[in-house]
């Protein structure tokens, strides 16, 4: 069953336009959220977090915003730039629950983001 | 910055062959991970350690072992490669404080024929 839903596996924008990825989490227990971003050949880097306490962090172009109520996230990026061009992957982890902690992943969108 | 290095990027097996994937981490962390990439699939965890000879399951651990000798570096072993192994593998670690932020290797493509 999964826990962290990434339900479009695509997304194409236009380049200086917003881009828009959705989370949705079904485990009430994650306190903590991240997004990282994955080129090809390349491991995934961490881009931005976010506590259950806030339901909004914003860290330059990137933005991301926490819904506990509907157990949803997305991250925003203004404006979107070529180089944004990646696999964007949703995690969550329960860092007081009883897993240790363990990051659990969505399944990722692939951004385009053409010039 | 972190480094996490993992000895090779692209690997081509055979069918039965034992494969070993080594991962070494720079930062003294305490935490390490191995997962697998596959399209459509993202990120899955096989094994973890958060100690030197500890080890625990993840999500997918049926048909590979680990080995933590040392707390720099975390193996991945494939006992008998399988066609259904081939995937990105990537490894990853973080302190002991907190989990949530992983540091990836660059990952090993494996194909096994």
């Known amino acids: 069953d999964q826990q962290v839903k990434q339900n479009s596996p695509s997304l194409s924008v236009q380049e200086g336009r917003i881009s828009i990825l959705n989370c949705d989490y079904t485990n009430s227990m994650f306190d903590y959220f991240l997004w990282y971003k994955k080129y090809p050949a390349e491991g995934p880097t961490f881009l931005i977090s976010i506590s259950s306490i806030k339901d909004k962090n914003e860290d330059g172009r ?21 180089g944004d061009s990646a696999v964007y992957f949703c995690a969550a982890s329960a860092l007081h629950g009883g897993s240790q902690g363990n990051l659990i992943f969505g399944k990722g969108t692939k951004l385009s983001v053409k010039p | 910055d972190v480094k996490v ?16 994937l080594e991962c070494v ?9 191995w997962y697998r990439q596959d399209p459509g699939l993202g990120l899955r965890l096989i094994y973890f350690s958060y100690d030197v000879k500890m080890k625990e399951k993840g999500d997918i651990p049926e048909g590979y072992s680990v080995s933590r000798e040392k707390k720099e570096r975390f193996s991945l ?17 973080t302190s002991g404080s907190t989990n949530e932020k992983l540091f990836f290797g660059s990952g090993t493509q494996l194909s096994v024929l």
């Open chain 2, 25 to 33: 981490q720079d930062m003294d962390h305490e935490n390490m991970f």
């Open chain 1, 62 to 82: 990137f933005t991301v915003f926490l819904n506990k109520s509907a157990k949803h996230l997305s991250l925003h990026i203004v404006p979107s730039q070529p």
């Open chain 2, 5 to 20: 290095t993992q000895s090779s990027r692209y690997l081509v097996k055979r069918t039965g062959e034992k494969v070993f």
């Open chain 2, 77 to 93: 072993i494939l006992e008998s490669a399988s066609t259904n192994q081939t995937s990105m593998y990537l490894c990853a670690s």
